[in-house]
Each structure stands twice: as structure tokens, then as C-alpha cells.
């Protein structure tokens, strides 16, 4: 029998809270992510980003979200599991 290892993760998972998370700049090989101004991008600013772009999609095509507010911390809690959640700063 073939056992599944595959699991979700818990909250004691991850090594870095979501709220501590947030306010973390996003980090690649070469460093701290910047905007084009030189200011160093957090990872809330990248979701609230991210989200404005979604939503515009969505409504350019027309379909409505319900619950908004759910939405957009499915989308922000989907974005921080899949992610490195190392201790970068």
C-alpha cells in the first residue's frame, strides 16, 4: 500500500508568522526586492499588489465576488504558505 507523505501545513509549520511575515521585504538571490524608486518592497505591498491587479481582472471579465474581504485573505494566506518562509529580512 502507497502511503500518502504529502500534508498540509499546520501553523506551528512555519518559522515565520504571517503578521511578521507581511511586514518582511520579499528577498531573491540578489537581495532585498526593490521598486524602481529604490524602495524595498514588503511582502504586504507585493499582495496588496497583487490583489488590485487580480480584482481588476475579475471585474474586467465580469464576475463578482461575494465575500471580498474573505477573498482577499484566501488569496494573501494562499501567497504565505507557498512561500519561502525562511528567515529572510
Request: avoid cysteine; hydrophobic fraction near 35%; charge should be negative.
Amino acid at each position: 500500500m502507497l502511503t500518502n507523505f504529502v500534508r498540509s501545513k499546520s501553523r506551528a509549520d512555519y518559522e515565520v508568522t504571517k503578521k511578521k511575515w507581511l511586514k518582511m521585504s520579499i528577498v531573491d538571490l540578489n537581495g532585498p526586492v526593490q521598486a524602481k524608486d529604490g524602495k524595498i518592497i514588503t511582502h504586504n505591498e507585493y499582495i496588496d499588489w497583487f490583489i488590485d491587479e487580480l480584482m481588476e481582472l475579475i471585474n474586467d471579465y465580469q464576475y463578482i465576488i461575494e465575500d471580498e474581504k474573505k477573498f482577499k485573505e484566501e488569496i494573501a494566506h494562499f501567497i504565505y504558505t507557498l512561500s519561502d518562509t525562511g528567515n529572510h529580512g
